[in-house]
């Protein structure tokens, strides 16, 4: 399986991007998880999530009411949609996606994109 990000880029403070996470090889029963990001000198932290299956949506703090995830199966494709950017938004920006190896769930092995950087300007 592989997880090809798009859509970083550069954009002033208040602007939107939209970026995208596609799945290609073999996505059967393959189910992504959510975005993260990493800004310079900090570690990789959990920007938005979704639930096995899509049915709800997590966000962290410092994003909630300006990001926005969602999925589209038929394209085998996750976005994020980033409105009311700011400075300490940019970070490179990855995606994770993960198939459960056993029916339980106990064992499972992930995916990570390979990331889009994104750059806020003031």
């Known amino acids: 399986v592989q997880l090809v990000e798009s859509g970083g880029g550069l954009v002033q403070a208040g602007g939107s991007l939209r970026l995208s996470c596609a799945a290609s090889?073999?996505?059967?029963?393959?189910?992504?998880m959510g975005w993260y990001r990493q800004a310079p000198g900090k570690q990789r932290e959990l920007v938005a999530a979704?639930?096995?299956?899509?049915?709800?949506?997590n966000y962290t703090d410092s994003v909630k009411g300006r990001f926005t995830i969602s999925r589209d199966n038929a394209k085998n494709t996750m976005y994020l949609q980033m409105n009311s950017l700011k400075p300490e938004d940019t970070a490179v920006y990855y995606c994770?996606?993960?198939?459960?190896?056993?029916?339980?769930?106990?064992?499972?092995?992930?995916?990570w994109g390979k990331g889009t950087l994104v750059t806020v300007s003031p």
């Open positions: 979704l639930t096995s299956g899509g049915g709800s949506t």
């Open positions: 090889g073999s996505t059967f029963s393959v189910n992504p």
């Open positions: 994770k996606a993960e198939r459960w190896l056993s029916p339980s769930g106990a064992v499972r092995m992930y995916y």
